[in-house]
């Protein structure tokens, strides 16, 4: 069975710019979280979706925005990148919400 | 904030078992604990998790309090691939809180 994957693995952007991050979730999972870990720092949560919707945030500005596609897969937007948007970012996926998730690779983000 | 207190790093000899303790004092009765593991900034690698009772599987035991208010997560033959930093989670609903997690360094 195939995990989580993410696309791409790394990625270099400019400050200002904008950046789209992608995963596939496990087969079958309808729930994607997305969270964030800086170097050195633990993870922080960014969204959850589930069935298709935004169902929870976390204390994040309104850059960062994504959505989930009928096919469970998302989409992580960051818009107007700052330097300390650099970080590792995770996608993880469950079969509900409640049930253990699995994560992928990350995809590891540097802001110039 | 994390709801739970992890000591910051530990070392453990190879083919030792490796005890790694977590308190969560604050833990509800329907909250679940999990563990996982993190290797040089790969995404997290799950391992167990547990309600109320002890736990097993192929990769590690857990051993839950009976007040729940404290666990410990056992490796029983570590290896040098078992260097990681380890988390101790309170999963409330969509929710998993990270701290800081044990830098559990294993060593020839």
């Known amino acids: 069975e195939a995990g989580v994957t993410q696309s791409p693995t790394h990625l270099i952007k400019t400050r200002g710019q904008q950046v789209t991050l992608r995963c596939s979730p496990i087969?079958?999972?309808?729930?994607v979280y997305w969270y964030q870990q800086a170097l050195g720092l633990g993870l922080q949560f960014l969204l959850w979706?589930?069935?298709?919707?935004?169902?929870n945030r976390g204390n994040f500005p309104p850059r960062f925005s994504g959505r989930q596609f009928p096919n469970y897969s998302s989409e992580l937007n960051v818009n107007a990148l700052e330097l300390e948007d650099s970080a590792l970012y995770l996608c993880?996926?469950?079969?509900?919400?409640?049930?253990?998730?699995?994560f992928g690779p990350g995809t590891r983000l540097t802001v110039l | 904030d994390a709801k739970t207190t992890q000591p910051t790093s530990m070392d453990c000899a190879e083919g030792r078992a490796a005890n790694l303790p977590c308190n969560h004092s604050?833990?509800?009765?329907?909250?679940?604990v999990y563990w996982y593991r993190q290797i040089h900034s790969q995404g997290p690698q799950y391992i167990i998790h547990?309600?109320?009772?002890?736990e097993t599987n192929e990769m590690a035991s857990l051993i839950i309090t009976e007040d729940r208010k404290s666990s410990t997560l056992i490796l029983p033959h570590a290896t040098l691939r078992d260097t990681a930093v380890y988390y101790c989670?309170?999963?409330?609903?969509?929710?998993?809180?990270w701290g800081a997690g044990t830098k559990l360094i294993i060593k020839p």
């Open positions: 993880a996926s469950s079969l509900g919400h409640t049930d253990t998730q699995y």
């Open positions: 087969s079958g999972h309808t729930s």
């Open positions: 979706y589930d069935e298709g919707e935004e169902r």
């Open positions: 604050t833990i509800s009765g329907n909250e679940y």
């Open positions: 547990g309600l109320k009772n002890n």
């Open positions: 989670i309170v999963h409330s609903n969509y929710q998993l809180i």
